[in-house]
C-alpha cells in the first residue's frame, strides 16, 4: 500500500541502506504516539455468509536484480505501494511540514504484528502518529485547517496542499459510499494519518536497502496500509480464488521450497488488497509475501511510507536507469546487491516473491481491462533464479483485481507526485495452477523463444484466471456456480 509499483525489467532500489529511523533520524528522536481510542465505526450492513495472499505487508499495499546486461525482474504489485496521496511535491527539498514531535515513551498500544483484520479497517483504537498535531483533527474542515495553517507557515507548497485536499475529497466520498458510520471522522483520521507519515519523509526519509524488511516498531507501518486500503474494499463483493492451492503453496513454504507469484498489477494498492484477501485463511502469506518493487514505490514520499510496511526487493527500472546519468553506475551496483540477496532468500528456501512481469500497472484498452502482456526477461529472471537455488522452486501465475479502488493513470509517466483517486469496490485475486515451465519449453530449441513461450504461457494463464475473476466479482449472481471462489474474510468480520 507498498509497496506493489512499477518495476517490470526492474532492478533494485535506493543506494545505501539504512536502518528504519522511526527510532533516530536526523532531526533527533522521532516519536510515535498512539491516538485515544474512538468509538469504532461498522459497517452499514453485516457481511454476507464467508464461502469457503500478501503482504502486506505488506499492504500489502506492494511488492526487486541483475546488473544491466543481464534480465531484469519485473515490478512488484506495487507494493503498490499502498496507495499515497496528492501531486508531486514541489521540486527541491520540501520545508518541514512542522516541528517534530517532542520527546515522549513509546506507542502506549503495542504494535499489532499479524495482519490488521479487514473489520478493524474502520477501527480507530490502535491508530499511531508520528508528530501529535495530526492526532487532532476529527472533521475535514480541522483536517483541511492544518493543510492551509502548514502552506502560511511556509512549510507546505499551495500545489501539494491543492493535491491533498483533492485526494482528501475523493477518499471521503469513495469511504462516505460504503455506508460505514462516522464516514467523516474515519476519513479524516486516516487522512491524517497519511499526512504524517508522508510529510514525515521530508523531515526524516527513510532509505531503502536492497532486502527491507516491513517494519512493524515502533510505528507499525503494515497495519497503516492496511487501514487506508482496507476502507476502500467492498469485502462483501470480493473473492479469493482456489483456496486449496493457496494452502498447497502454504505447505510448500513450510517444506523449505521457493514459489514466484507472477502476477498482473493494477493499483498501488495491490499489497494491501492480497493481505486483506489472504489474512483470514493464510495470515503467514498475507505478512511474509515479498514484493519485487521499482524506483517510484521507494522514492516518492507519497508512496514511500506504504512501501515501509512490506517485505521488498528493491529495483532500479532499466526505464529509470538513464534517468539522472551520474547515478547509472550506483544504480546498477544496487541491482546487483539485489540480485545477490534473492538468491541468498531463494538458497536458504521458504520465500514467497511477487512479482509483475508487465513492468507496471495494467492500463485499460478500449475502457476494458485485462493483465497486460509479460516481458520475457523478467519471467526468464525468476525461472533462472529458482532453478539455480539450493532448494526446489515454484512458479504459479496469479490474477489481481483491483483497479477500481485506486485506478492509475491512463497514461505512463516518469513524473511523481501523480493524482490519487479512490472509490469502494470490490476486489479480488487467484492462483492459477503452477506453472510447468519444463514441459512449456520442451522441444523449443532457441533460447528467446524459449523465453518467449514462457512468458505467453505464464501471461495466457492469468488472462483466463483474470476474466473469471472480474465475472465473480461484478456477477454476484453467478458467484454461487462458481465454487473456486470463497470469501473467508466474511466469516473473520463475523465471528470478531
Not at 502548514?150 to 485526494?167: M, R, S, T
Not at 517444506?255 to 493499483?267: D, F, I, K, M, Y
Not at 512501501?307 to 544504480?331: I, Q, Y
Not at 528456501?349 to 500497472?361: H, M, T, Y
Request: glycine content about 6%; some cysteine.
Amino acid at each position: 500500500m507498498a509497496l506493489p509499483c512499477q518495476a517490470s525489467r526492474q532492478m533494485c532500489c535506493n543506494r545505501a541502506s539504512s536502518r528504519a529511523r522511526t527510532v533516530q533520524g536526523r532531526t533527533g528522536r522521532v516519536v510515535v504516539r498512539t491516538a485515544a481510542p474512538a468509538k469504532a465505526p461498522v459497517p452499514a450492513a453485516a457481511p454476507g455468509p464467508a464461502a469457503a495472499p500478501v503482504p502486506a505487508p505488506q499492504p500489502a499495499p506492494a511488492p526487486e536484480p541483475a546488473p544491466a546486461a543481464a534480465p531484469e525482474p519485473a515490478p512488484a504489485p506495487e507494493p503498490a505501494p499502498e496507495p499515497a496521496p496528492a501531486p508531486e511535491p514541489a521540486p527541491g527539498p520540501v520545508p518541514a511540514p512542522g516541528p517534530a514531535a517532542a520527546a515522549a515513551p513509546a506507542p502506549t498500544s503495542a504494535p499489532i504484528p499479524g495482519p490488521v483484520p479487514a473489520k478493524a479497517s474502520t477501527d480507530l483504537a490502535n491508530l499511531q502518529f508520528i508528530n501529535p498535531m495530526w492526532s487532532q483533527p476529527k472533521t475535514e474542515a480541522e483536517f483541511k485547517g492544518i493543510l492551509a495553517k502548514l502552506v502560511e507557515a511556509g512549510k507546505l507548497p499551495a500545489k501539494l496542499q491543492a493535491g491533498w485536499v483533492d485526494f482528501y475529497n475523493n477518499y471521503r466520498a469513495a469511504v462516505e459510499s460504503s455506508g460505514v458510520p462516522d464516514a467523516e471522522l474515519l476519513a479524516t483520521k486516516v487522512q491524517c494519518s497519511i499526512a504524517d507519515c508522508v510529510l514525515n519523509q521530508f523531515v526524516d526519509p527513510y532509505t531503502f536497502p536492497s532486502a527491507h524488511k516491513r517494519l512493524l516498531e515502533p510505528y507499525n507501518y503494515f497495519n497503516f496500509g492496511q487501514r487506508y486500503v482496507g476502507t476502500l474494499i467492498d469485502f462483501k463483493n470480493s473473492v479469493l480464488g482456489h483456496a486449496d492451492r493457496w494452502t498447497k503453496i502454504q505447505e510448500q513454504l513450510v517444506a523449505g521450497e521457493n514459489v514466484v507469484l507472477l502476477a498482473n498489477h493494477q493499483t498501488e494498492a495491490d499489497p494491501g488488497v492480497f493481505a486483506h484477501m489472504l489474512a483470514a485463511s493464510h495470515p503467514s502469506l498475507a505478512t511474509d509475501v515479498i514484493y519485487v518493487a521499482g524506483d517510484r514505490v521507494v522514492t516518492d514520499a507519497l508512496c514511500k511510507p506504504f512501501s515501509m510496511g512490506r517485505n521488498l526487493f528493491c529495483v532500479h527500472s532499466k526505464k529509470h536507469l538513464e534517468d539522472e546519468p551520474e547515478l547509472k553506475a550506483s544504480k546498477m551496483e544496487t541491482n546487483r546487491k539485489t540480485l545477490v540477496a534473492m538468491q541468498r532468500a531463494f538458497n536458504a528456501g521458504g520465500s514467497l516473491v511477487w512479482i509483475a512481469p508487465s513492468g507496471g500497472r495494467d492500463r485499460p484498452m478500449d475502457d476494458v481491462w485485462s493483465p497486460d502482456p509479460f516481458d520475457a526477461t523478467a519471467v526468464e529472471l525468476m525461472r533462472n533464479l529458482i532453478n539455480r537455488a539450493k532448494q526446489p522452486g515454484h512458479l504459479y501465475p496469479m490474477a489481481m483485481f483491483s483497479y477500481p479502488v485506486m485506478p492509475p493513470p491512463k497514461t505512463v509517466d516518469k513524473a511523481l507526485g501523480e493524482r490519487r483517486l479512490t472509490a469502494w469496490s470490490g476486489v479480488g485475486i487467484s492462483v492459477c495452477e503452477e506453472l510447468d515451465w519444463q514441459s512449456v519449453v520442451k522441444g523449443i530449441d532457441d533460447k528467446e523463444a524459449a523465453q518467449a513461450a514462457l512468458a505467453e504461457a505464464a501471461w495466457k494463464s492469468v488472462v483466463a484466471e483474470y476474466a473469471q475473476l472480474d465475472a465473480a466479482i461484478k456477477q454476484p449472481e453467478k458467484r454461487a456456480e462458481m465454487p473456486q471462489f470463497s470469501q473467508p474474510f466474511l466469516a473473520a468480520q463475523q465471528a470478531s
